[in-house]
Every structure is written in C-alpha cells, then in structure tokens.
C-alpha cells in the first residue's frame, strides 16, 4: 500500500511562486512513477506533470517553462515548484503514483492518490 501526503499548497498573487510537496511511504519508492494533478472546480482532473524512475520528465503544455518537477529518492519525496503563477493555475493539486515507467499523464494511468492541496491565484 501506498500513501501520499501533500503539503505547500496556499494563497498567492499572480506572479508569485509556491513549492508543492507530496510524501511518500512505499519501500521501493524510487521504482514508481509520480506525477501532480490538479482539479479546478467544475472542471475533470488534468494531468500537470510527472516524472519517471529515470528522472525523465514530462509536462502539460499549459505549464512548461514555468513549473519544475523533481523528486528526492532519499526522502521518498516529490516536489512541484510553480512560479509565474497565474490565476487559471488555481486548483486542488493532487500527488499520484504508478509503479514502474510512466506512461499516459492521465487518472487511468494511476493506482494511488494523495488528498490534494489546494492552490488559489489572485489577479
């Protein structure tokens, strides 16, 4: 079983920037591919990026450039650093994870969820 925590999520302005994080307790954390999500309200969740075993990456066209996802094996933690937020970026922001490569940055392709933090961005 695996659970994921996330945590950083807040109230910014446009502009700013804010440090997502998502803890993880799986024993063989660095075997699974973890990815961010978020859901606006009355919208479907969408994929914001993930990043595989190997490190590599991969983000949704409508935050490239400007979010960063990395992940720190040592601490079974995943962060998501968003600057130059704007106000469509606001959304609860979810932690997922898959064991394995990553493959489609979509809900189907993912076993486990955190609980989300929620991000708002005011103009």
């Known amino acids: 079983q695996v659970q994921l925590v996330e945590s950083g999520g807040g109230s910014v302005q446009a502009g700013g920037s804010l440090r997502l994080s998502c803890a993880a307790s799986?024993?063989?954390?660095?075997?699974?591919?973890m990815a961010w999500f978020r859901q606006a309200p009355g919208k479907e969740r969408e994929g914001v990026a993930n990043?595989?075993?190997?490190?590599?990456?991969n983000y949704a066209d409508s935050v490239k450039g400007r979010f960063t996802i990395s992940r720190d094996n040592a601490k079974n933690t995943l962060y998501l650093q968003m600057n130059s937020l704007k106000p469509e970026d606001t959304a609860m922001y979810y932690c997922?994870?898959?064991?394995?490569?990553?493959?489609?940055?979509?809900?189907?392709?993912?076993?486990?969820w955190g609980q989300g933090t929620q991000v708002t961005v005011s103009s």
């Open positions: 990043i595989d075993p190997s490190v590599i990456t």
């Open positions: 997922a994870a898959r064991f394995g490569t990553c493959s489609a940055l979509r809900q189907w392709a993912f076993g486990y």
């Open positions: 799986a024993y063989n954390y660095r075997s699974f591919c």
